[in-house]
């Protein structure tokens, strides 16, 4: 059981490039999100999407675009990279219950730098 | 103010240890704590979950949440080298499913 996927798991970029990072899940998740992790910043909420065909901006959405390709899929787009946006990046998959929180399932991330 | 605050350690501790792990919110609506652990160049998996005030066990790891004061821990007894890592709290409403996190506490155990 693989659960979530992420690729690639590094990148490096110059400013100003384009690239789409890749997420899927297999356990059937309705919920996806996409997270940033900085030193002694915790996990910043990008964007997320509740169920397929949904999306909706979280914490720091600047600069990003999403897609909910599918139930699996959830990609996160940078259309013109920056230095600031340099960081370790997070796919989560969950599948609420009503009324209850449920836990998210991470990736191992991507390692993306931006020169 | 974040609203959720986490003691930023790093914490080094001898093996045979308790670790203790704290994190304190401001928003009341909160109902669902939990804590991950992150390893190094991986995800963060899972550890504790639980709902509303009280303890909860799981083998050597156990689980507070005092609403009234607003903090929860984390407590690892006879810590293992292997617990090293990062411990992320993480808590949300109900009928929300999003979770607001800590900025994590980097725990190393040395043998």
């Known amino acids: 059981n693989a659960g979530v996927t992420q690729t690639p798991k590094f990148q490096v970029l110059k400013t100003g490039q384009s690239m789409t990072l890749q997420c899927a899940q297999d356990m059937n998740h309705n919920s996806m999100y996409w997270y940033r992790q900085d030193p002694g910043m915790g996990l910043r909420l990008i964007y997320y999407?509740?169920?397929?065909?949904?999306?909706d901006k979280g914490e720091v959405p600047n600069g990003y675009n999403v897609s909910r390709l599918n139930k699996r899929e959830f990609s996160l787009r940078l259309e013109s990279a920056a230095p600031s946006q340099t960081s370790v990046y997070f796919c989560?998959?969950?599948?609420?219950?009503?009324?209850?929180?449920?836990?998210?399932?991470f990736g191992d991330g991507t390692r993306l730098s931006i020169l | 103010q974040k609203e959720v605050e986490q003691d930023p350690g790093p914490l080094s501790v001898p093996e045979g240890a308790i670790v203790s792990l704290n994190c304190t919110y401001s928003n009341s609506a909160f109902q669902y704590f939990m804590w991950y652990r992150q390893y190094s160049r991986k995800g963060p998996e899972l550890l504790m979950y639980?709902?509303?005030?009280g303890n909860k066990e799981d083998g050597r790891f156990t689980a507070q949440v005092d609403k009234s004061s607003k903090y929860i821990s984390l407590f690892i007894r006879d810590s293992q080298p292997s617990d090293s890592a990062t411990y992320l709290c993480?808590?949300?409403?109900?009928?929300?499913?999003?979770?607001?996190f800590g900025a994590g506490t980097t725990v190393t155990v040395r043998a």
């Open positions: 989560a998959s969950s599948d609420p219950g009503t009324g209850v929180a449920q836990p998210q399932h």
């Open positions: 993480a808590m949300s409403a109900v009928d929300d499913y999003k979770l607001s």
């Open positions: 999407s509740a169920s397929e065909g949904t999306t």
């Open positions: 639980t709902y509303s005030s």
